[in-house]
């Protein structure tokens, strides 16, 4: 799966702190934390694209759960972009930029376009990474220790 190539990859280096723009190679704590987060969020997103893929294939015809499956691959294209973006927050840049949404209005728009192609389904599928995130939430808010 060409996915899971992108998922799981080594920590990246973090810039040090000081101004000679020298990478470290073991990054603090929090930015582990982070990474790790960052490598569930998409792992969960994943799981969940194939679960609720078959799901779709089960109940509706291929043409709509294969508009599920565009949306949601958006989704985990977006979700990484995002996970990049909040990496450089702070340090590189000021603010988010918005150049990703990008990702998800091209499919949109080509989905108008083309009969063959359905909004809501891949609408639907692109809000697949939210449904990570709100698993994430309960699962840290139910179980704080973990």
Known sequence: MILSDSIVETTPPVE?????????PEPDASMQEYYQLQQDLLIVTVILT???FVTVCCFYPLK???N???GA???VVYLRMLAKDVEKLGRQQQRLSKARLAIFIGPVVV???WNSLSILPIFLGFLTYKAALILYVLKTALMPES
């Open 50 to 52: 194939g679960v609720i």
């Open 73 to 75: 691959v958006v989704s």
């Open 16 to 24: 040090n702190s000081s101004d000679s723009g020298v990478l470290d």
């Open 64 to 66: 709509i759960a294969l």
């Open 111 to 113: 989905a108008t376009q």
């Open 68 to 70: 599920y499956l565009l």
